[in-house]
């Protein structure tokens, strides 16, 4: 049994949620998201105010997609009401960034400017050495703050590159120097 799809999915005011052929469809204040979902094994109750899924049969793929779709209708409800936000550091003695429109560029000690084009719905604002991604959709969001943290993971020694706020970097003691 799914603890996540036991408890119903509550809906704030102004958000419309809606099943159609196959597609789940969730409208708010901050966008509109869309996900295909798989109507024979979860049925999706909709009330004023709430939604409650349930197993459409007793199979195994039907229970595992119904605590699935539950997290994804939470997220999708919490992204066109409130939105995501990911925020990355940059840490490195010449390391910066620049947002330009719909683009992020980045110099993290290459020989070029690493351009990044911005996907659509989403916003990047640069701040010192503090990179902030925002938006509707918590999966483009995540991805894309993972693409961005790839161009120069953080390394061991210093700890120079993009990292996560809060992310704990594990440092290594380096060269000792012998007498």
Request: proline letters at 5%; hydrophobic letters at 35%.
């Amino acid at each position: 049994m799914s603890r996540l799809g036991k408890q119903p999915v509550t809906v704030p005011s102004g958000v419309e949620i809606k099943v159609d052929a196959g597609t789940l469809t969730v409208k708010g204040p901050k966008g509109e998201l869309s996900r295909p979902v798989v109507t024979e094994a979860v049925k999706f109750d909709i009330t004023e105010g709430e939604v409650t899924l349930t197993p459409a049969n007793e199979t195994q793929h039907a229970r595992a997609l119904w605590g699935t779709y539950a997290s994804h209708l939470r997220n999708m409800v919490t992204g066109v009401t409130d939105g995501f936000k990911k925020e990355l550091e940059i840490e490195g003695v010449g390391y910066r960034a620049e947002a330009q429109g719909q683009k992020l560029v980045l110099n993290v000690g290459f020989s070029h400017p690493v351009e990044m084009e911005v996907p659509q719905g989403i916003t990047a604002t640069v701040e010192k050495n503090l990179i902030t991604i925002e938006g509707h959709d918590k999966e483009a969001v995540g991805q894309f703050a993972a693409n961005v943290r790839a161009v120069k993971k953080p390394e061991p020694y210093k700890g120079k590159g993009i990292h996560y706020v809060g992310e704990y970097i594990i440092r290594k003691q380096g060269k000792k120097a012998v007498a």
